[in-house]
């Protein structure tokens, strides 16, 4: 369909493109269907998570480490009962934590601030599609990091005290907690520099471990500190967890109301205040 | 096939206080190269990011595939290849992969290995993106604007700090580009890449069209005598000895010379006698005119006049 027509213009570079060429760059332009965007992307997003040396550490070294370390050790008072036990709900909250907030608030700033999510915005990958492939990518590594993390307190001699539905309860805390920890991620790396961002996820990370009761119960705190840690997500995922994996029972409806609210709220404003470029 | 590839009039881009783009109007064909050519801070990169859908406008009408970038975004995307001028990759992505994931979002991409093949960038397709030298980022850019085989692609300064070997592949690549059909928009600061290149030139500078045509055209075969002295030279008087319209400019060469040109409105009048004048008058006034000739116009020439400005960054 292509003829070649030259024009009057006397152009220095005539390589005649050749016919190899001319149906090599025809054009045929069209958009893949939608589930495979979103399955390329979220498997681009997975690897290039998995690949990252802090991310890795962040994600996997960290919190196989204080399992195992304040699981062997007694440095750290983590009450009755086998410390393994007392253990391993606060470090799979603290899991989730580091992936769904500090990992992605840190990944995407920096594709904000190289031009990648703009980049990406010209192609037919729509936003939705690139939200889902991150929501997959982020759910990918905490599946990789629930089942190493179980595996390694199984090994140092876990026994959950499970409830009816209490792993289902689990299960739907942590999705509340993913959903919660990353639009707080979209907000901060959406609306600040790629480099505050960074500190700022840092920063929030290592509050969030020392406040949230990840290593031990924030009833060990004094009362006022106790009531204003008691609303922070991280909290509320890792008593949440407590209660359904160490002490047998369903968790509390606070835990999944404040949650959700925070979902609420961060995915509002990161919505609302998120730029892209 | 009639709608043109992108239709710009009268378009207006601020940012805050600044006026980037002042009123700026061209139109760019289907299967053809366009390139927007002017210096550092003219508005060529707001211009093709409003045509791109990442700006909007603050004033006039743009189509492009006789669509609106923004409102008709999702239509567009498919169909138009983009290459911003830097970035854009995730720096832990290896070459080949993403390029391999930008195929996948289209029906009918271009195989990857080709294009990496074809572009010098094979050796490389494992290594991660903040690993490539400059060139090599550029290329897979390239590489990622046209995978999809799109109607349409925007390069935004596709050869800026290129090698010659790149830059030649590059070019290549445009022309081959155009010899399918394909409409390229281009920005550049090179005059010969766009005299090479461009069936269609559009000089922008201050945010608005300060002249257009074919780089044949924008030259018009026009024709400028040049000479070197160390002598003075009093231009008023050389230009009343010549006829009118013709205008005597000056610029500092090395070791105190001075370069002079005479530019004229009327091309017939640049004939032998015009030479002559010029050479009676300095053997008038005892002026030793050094490497004496007349030539012909270059883009560049024709931007100088234009604009009064240095092309060249920085």
Known sequence: MTEHTSTASARATAPAAGGDDVSLFTPAPGAAPMWR???????????????????????????????????????????????????????????????????????????????????????????????????LAVLGVQTIQVVVLCAVALALGWSPSLAPGSVLAAAVLVLLATAAFSSLALLMAGTLRAEATLAGAN????????????LFPTSSFPGPLEQAASVLPITALSSGLRAALAEGSLPGLGAFAVLAVWALVCGLLASRFFRWD | MDTAAVEVVDLVKRYGATTAV???????????????????GAGKTSTIEVCEGFRRADGGRVRVLGLDPVADAAALKPRVGVMPQSGGVPTGARAAEWLRLLASFHARPIEPRLLLERLGLTSVATTPFRRLSGGQQQRLSLACAVVGRPELVFLDEPTAGLDPQARMATWDLVTALRGAGVAVILTTHHMEEAERLADHVVVIDRGAVAAEGTPAELTGGRREVCFSTDAAVDTGRLEAVLPAGSRVGSQGAADGRREY?????????????FLAAVTAWCASTGVLAEDLRMRRRTLEDVFLQLTGRELREQ
């Open chain 1, 37 to 135: 965007m979103v399955a390329s992307q979220a498997g681009m997003e997975l690897r290039v998570m998995l690949r990252h040396g802090e991310q890795f550490l962040l994600t996997m070294v960290i919190p196989v480490l204080l399992l195992v370390g304040f699981s062997l050790t007694s440095v750290l008072d983590v009450g009755e009962g086998p410390r393994v036990d007392a253990l391993t709900p606060g470090v799979l909250a603290l899991a989730v934590m580091s992936t769904s907030f500090t990992g992605l608030a840190i990944g995407t700033g920096f594709e904000r601030r190289y031009g990648v999510l703009k980049r990406l915005g010209a192609t037919p990958l729509s936003r939705f599609g690139l939200l889902a492939a991150k929501t």
């Open chain 1, 203 to 214: 920063l929030v990370y290592v509050l969030m471990l020392g406040l949230g009761g990840v």
């Open chain 2, 22 to 40: 002042t009123g700026l109007t061209f139109s760019a064909r289907r299967g053809a190269v366009t390139a927007l050519l002017g210096p550092n």
């Open chain 2, 261 to 273: 040109t005479i530019t004229t409105d009327d091309p017939d009048a640049l004939d032998p006698e």
